[in-house]
């Protein structure tokens, strides 16, 4: 059961590179959710998509952008990589609903230079 | 104030000890709640949902109270293996079905031998 899989697992990067962070899930989720996460400041949601086609800003958005690519993969771009991008990031799936857990894959470990 | 507010601890415990971690919620329109656990440098895994009576899962259990927007989790015996990070995680926005989660910043636990 792969269930939230991320790629790649760790990255460094130099100022103004780009990237592109991929996600997929094989739960047949409808919903998938970014997140950064740093110390001291808890998983904050930088964007995501509740069905297929659709994509909204979360919480911290400006510096990313994100493609659904279709049911099973939601990608997370950094156009212009800059130091206070360095973080964890995790992406997650669920279903669209009140009551459902989001889960989520192991994490990309970022670091800009 | 913060939607979701925890005390980040740490909490530290012998082992065999029984802790409690209580988290607050501002949106009194909240209608899902989870505890996620969160292992160093790992993604948060889903603990357990909350629901309106309280419902208990083995060492664990969790208590809702909708008119002081409190949640709790209370670990009896606890394990070496317990030591963690805890999160508490409440759904985003306060009326109609939404995927959108927010998550507290954690209460960290270190059980002692």
């Known amino acids: 059961n792969a269930g939230v899989t991320q790629t790649p697992k760790f990255q460094v990067l130099k100022t103004g590179q780009s990237m592109t962070l991929q996600c997929a899930q094989d739960?047949?989720?409808?919903?998938m959710y970014w997140y950064r996460q740093d110390p001291g400041m808890g998983l904050r949601l930088i964007y995501y998509?509740?069905?297929?086609?659709?994509?909204d800003k979360g919480e911290v958005p400006n510096g990313y952008n994100v493609s659904r690519l279709n049911k099973r993969e939601f990608s997370l771009r950094l156009e212009s990589a800059a130091p206070s991008q360095t973080s964890v990031y995790f992406c997650?799936?669920?279903?669209?609903?009140?009551?459902?857990?989001?889960?989520f894959g192991d994490g990309t470990r970022l670091s800009i230079l | 104030r913060k939607e979701v507010e925890q005390d980040p601890g740490p909490f530290n415990v012998p082992e065999g000890a029984t802790v409690a971690f209580n988290c607050t919620y501002s949106n009194s329109a909240s209608q899902s709640f989870f505890w996620y656990r969160q292992d160093c440098r790992k993604e948060p895994k889903l603990l357990m949902s909350?629901?309106?009576s309280g419902n208990e899962d083995g060492r664990f259990t969790a208590q809702l109270n909708r008119a002081s927007q409190y949640i709790s989790l209370l670990i009896r015996d606890s394990k070496l293996s317990d030591s963690a990070t805890y999160l508490c995680?409440?759904?985003?926005?306060?009326?109609?079905?939404?995927?959108?989660?927010?998550f507290g910043q954690g209460t960290t636990l270190q059980v002692k031998p």
């Open positions: 998509s509740a069905s297929e086609g659709t994509t």
């Open positions: 997650a799936s669920s279903v669209w609903d009140t009551y459902q857990p989001q889960h």
């Open positions: 909350v629901y309106s």
């Open positions: 739960m047949n989720h409808n919903s």
């Open positions: 995680v409440v759904n985003g926005e306060g009326s109609g079905n939404t995927g959108k989660l927010i």
